[in-house]
């Protein structure tokens, strides 16, 4: 027959035991939930910046249509201007791929390399600022060069 201290210290271990294994559960659900927070975040982030991006061009619809031009820009501010502020969104947007999930990613590529195929005034800014950018966003549009090429 066992010693009532062996008892004890039996069961102290299974409580310890499920105590710890209950400690696991709980930190990975916390875990799963600020990466669900982390991500719903990043969404409503770059959401709300394109939305104010569309807003200004509702706001001023001839300076969109210049800006989506194929036509050279060369030397125009206003076109620098908007070519600036969408290449810094663009950045935003790729440093955030980890947060992103890969459906989300894939159409947020979709869009910036349509953007890209169509501006004249975007490649021309990023051709002549590309030290400015990350290279996450280098590799989004190398790619988009790439498989218009294919």
């Known amino acids: 027959m066992p010693h009532w201290t062996?008892?004890?210290?039996?069961?102290?271990?299974?409580?310890?035991?499920?105590?710890?294994?209950?400690?696991?559960?709980f930190v990975r659900r916390q875990i799963i939930q600020l990466?669900?927070?982390?991500?719903?975040?990043?969404?409503?982030?770059?959401?709300?910046?394109?939305?104010?991006?569309s807003q200004y061009f509702v706001e001023h619809p001839e300076i969109r249509d210049r800006?989506?031009?194929?036509?050279?820009?060369t030397g125009d501010p206003q076109m620098n201007a908007?070519?600036?502020?969408?290449?810094?969104?663009?950045?935003h947007v790729a440093l955030q791929q980890s947060n992103l999930p890969p459906e989300v990613w894939k159409r947020w590529v979709a869009y910036m390399c349509d953007v890209h195929k169509g501006s004249a005034a975007l490649r021309q800014h990023l051709e002549?600022?590309?030290?400015?950018?990350?290279?996450?966003?280098?590799?989004?549009?190398?790619?988009?060069?790439q498989s218009s090429q294919a």
């Not at 800006?67 to 820009?73: G, I, L």
């Open 6 to 25: 062996d008892v004890i210290q039996a069961c102290a271990s299974i409580v310890t035991t499920g105590a710890t294994l209950y400690a696991f559960v």
């Open 67 to 73: 800006f989506r031009s194929q036509d050279a820009v």
């Open 128 to 145: 002549a600022h590309r030290h400015w950018y990350a290279t996450e966003l280098l590799d989004v549009f190398q790619g988009c060069s």
């Open 35 to 53: 990466d669900r927070s982390i991500r719903g975040t990043t969404h409503e982030a770059l959401y709300a910046q394109q939305q104010s991006i």
């Open 82 to 91: 908007v070519a600036e502020m969408f290449a810094d969104f663009y950045e």
